[in-house]
């Protein structure tokens, strides 16, 4: 038998050469070779695989489904964010979700009627119908930009192409998801993964006429931008777009009470696997869309919603060995390698262990045959372990007291609780490899510089050939040496200058994100960018003196406490963190922080509050306030314009210093006229 490394390499160039011709027929239109040729090596793949299992295990030729349409859709930009949802796993979860929500929009408590759906795993995509008409479909994207998928989109049976009533919005944007059956997906399951492939695969078709021949379907779920609003619940929504013909699912129901939200959960899990497609929970979305509207949304996802996921899958496995990972944050994270085994239609190989404390609190080892669970997108984990089936000459994992590079690790004491964090971290910033190595892979992430191409695979690639180690080597890549690299052409290694030139006009508050300060998410970086407002006044951090100053009057923002003060003084201390952070500046144009409205009722003002209100909580009274253009504070001080002060409770120690400094003191009914002004 021939040498398995020959093995490997004959079938890796197969691979790479199919890869090639797939990009000459779907990305290029100009194939090289006949249909005939190409089925030929295609074969001579699978007769690989079929003879050597090892060459099986590795996937690759399933993972081919047409090739990677970069380019070739046009980008454009969506009317209203695709935002992501967060997510529930329990009752309590769910509980704390409506918690959240009589809180912010102080309802006290009062029930809050929701709208349920089923959460389709399927492909995301938005229509936007002006005076009726179909003229635009787009892709998901980042969320904020998405691909002109239109052509195919029309493919769908019963999409409709115009809306008849003369009822219709002007502008009306309708978010839907779409799929294959799974009736449909069985006659064609040796050509994809799974259904959600398939329909993602067949949306990103160059030429519609071969979309046209999968099956897809749709439901219409939620709406983007609708000018003018006509409806006020998303219950009257669907029932709309319903009579306008839209797709929508039988199984959305309206619910009141913890009680209904939990039967309704448990009803429609125990019938899933006898629907035609796939669901994997329940998204839950406040029903009046008014109060949609108020609570309004995070960085990344809406207040108003939540996926309720189902059940966790589980299986049993066994641990081949336990491998500590180094986080970007300085995280020591213990990992499970275990036996592969398939978990809800995933095949898993690693599981985490949390932490140390997680270790020694489950007592688990080396050779353990374990329980492990992967509920939604969450990394699967070790639930349990069955101590019967232990080998008697097991021995106890100890958790190393070093990072992977040498230096000796801490646990952090906690200023709230007065306790040990449960996590060990390297405190070595870049100095770290393990910890700069994964702080590239946050910087070239989605939300930070979002390098399309330059994913965490390729930084991985990139850094064993000594071509990044540091972020500023992005910006001064060896292109004559990627070309040498297997698997790079000159397709792919132009589009990745096309990405990477992009990303070099970068706003303040994403570059701040991008940096990879720990306690500082995207959130943070907002309140921080809209603090500093320029690059220039931002890298005054570097220096100590200046930083000292800066420190003290962080504090002053609200959302920024001694935690995250901490640990931007912690960052910046690093002298080798400072300057990779300022050779990553000298690459970048990094835009002044714009307020989200420079015209509105509180521009340029800094405001303070005090006291609770009768018609809104303190959350969103502060969040209108930035909406209009104002910055909030924390404490007193010569700074502040205004301090606001609810009817309800308000501190009288901070009113007497507002006095004292003469700030410009808004009760309650005054803000209240000056937000109907």
């Known amino acids: 038998m021939p040498e398995r490394s020959k093995i490997l390499n004959d079938y890796k160039k197969k691979i790479e050469n199919l890869k090639k011709h797939n990009n000459y027929y779907y990305n290029e239109d100009s194939p090289k070779i006949s249909d005939q040729e190409f089925d030929n090596l295609k074969k001579e793949i699978e007769n690989l695989e079929k003879k050597y299992f090892f060459l099986k295990e590795l996937n690759l030729l399933s ?71 179909l003229t635009r479909g787009l892709s998901r994207g980042d969320g904020e930009t998405g691909e002109d998928i239109l052509e195919n989109l029309l493919t769908i049976k019963n999409l409709p192409k115009k809306i008849l009533s003369k009822d219709a919005p002007n502008l009306l944007e309708v978010r839907c998801e779409v799929y294959i059956g799974k009736h449909d997906f069985s006659k064609m399951s040796d050509k994809f993964a799974n259904p959600r492939n398939a329909a993602g695969g067949s949306l990103r078709q160059k030429d519609a006429k071969e979309t046209a021949k999968i099956p897809l379907k749709y439901f219409a779920y939620g709406f983007g931008k609708v000018s003018p609003m006509i409806f006020n619940t998303q219950n009257e929504f669907l029932k709309t777009i319903k009579k306008w013909k839209f797709e929508t699912n039988p199984l959305s129901k309206q619910v009141d009470t913890l009680n209904k939200i939990e039967i309704n959960h448990r009803e429609i899990e125990q019938i899933r696997s006898s629907l035609d497609y796939d669901i994997d929970g329940l998204v839950f979305k406040v029903n009046d869309l008014s109060l949609q509207k108020r609570l309004g949304n995070t960085s990344n996802s809406p207040r108003w919603a939540i996926a309720y996921k189902f059940s966790a899958e589980k299986a049993i496995t066994k641990i081949k060995d336990i491998m500590i990972q180094v986080g970007r944050t300085g995280a020591i994270t213990p990992v499970a390698k275990v036996d592969s085994v398939n978990v809800g239609g995933v095949v898993v190989s690693n599981a985490t262990l949390h932490n140390e404390d997680e270790i020694e609190r489950k007592d688990i080892r080396i050779g353990d045959t374990v329980q492990i669970q992967r509920a939604g997108d969450v990394i699967p984990q070790v639930v349990s372990v069955d101590k019967s089936k232990r080998d008697k000459n097991s021995k106890k994992f100890i958790f190393p007291d070093k990072c992977l590079c040498g230096s000796k690790t801490s646990k952090e004491l906690s200023k709230s609780t007065k306790k ?258």
């Open 63 to 133: 993972k081919i489904v047409g090739a990677t349409p970069l380019n070739k859709f046009k980008k454009i930009k969506h009317l209203s964010p695709m935002l992501s949802l967060s997510n529930a796993f329990s009752l309590e979860d769910m509980k704390d979700f409506l918690k959240r929500i009589c809180n912010f929009l102080n309802l006290k408590n009062k029930q809050i009627e929701l709208f349920c759906e089923p959460k389709i795993d399927g492909i995301s995509a938005t229509l936007i119908y002006e005076k009726g008409i």
């Open 420 to 677: 040990l964090d449960a996590v060990r971290r390297c405190t070595k910033g870049y100095s770290c490899n393990y910890i700069a190595k994964e702080k590239l892979k946050h910087l070239v992430s989605k939300e930070a510089l979002n390098i399309d191409g330059l994913g965490k695979k390729v930084i991985e690639q990139f850094w064993d050939l000594n071509l990044i180690k540091e972020p500023s080597n992005i910006f001064d890549l060896n292109y004559k040496q990627i070309e040498n690299i297997e698997g790079w052409g000159e397709l792919s290694i132009n589009n990745l200058k096309k990405a990477i030139k992009k990303s070099q006009i970068i706003s303040l508050d994403k570059f701040i994100y991008s940096i990879g300060i720990r306690h500082i998410g995207q959130e943070n970086a907002k309140i921080l960018a809209g603090f500093f407002r320029s690059i220039q006044e931002f890298s005054k951090l570097f220096d100590f003196k200046n930083r000292k100053k800066i420190l003290i009057n962080l504090i002053d923002l609200d959302g920024i406490g001694e935690t995250q003060i901490q640990s931007i003084e912690n960052f910046f201390f690093n002298k080798t963190n400072t300057r990779i952070i300022e050779d990553l500046m000298n690459k970048l144009n990094i835009k002044d922080y714009v307020t989200q409205n420079s015209d509105g009722k509180f521009s340029n003002k800094k405001l303070m509050f005090t006291g609770g209100f009768k018609d809104m909580s303190r959350s969103e009274a502060k969040e209108v306030a930035e909406n209009n253009g104002g910055k909030v504070l924390g404490s007193i001080s010569k700074k502040l314009d205004y301090l606001v002060v609810g009817d309800s409770k308000p501190t009288k120690s901070k009113i007497e210093q507002a006095k004292q400094l003469k700030i410009k003191i808004i009760l309650e009914k005054d803000w209240n006229k000056i937000l109907n002004s």
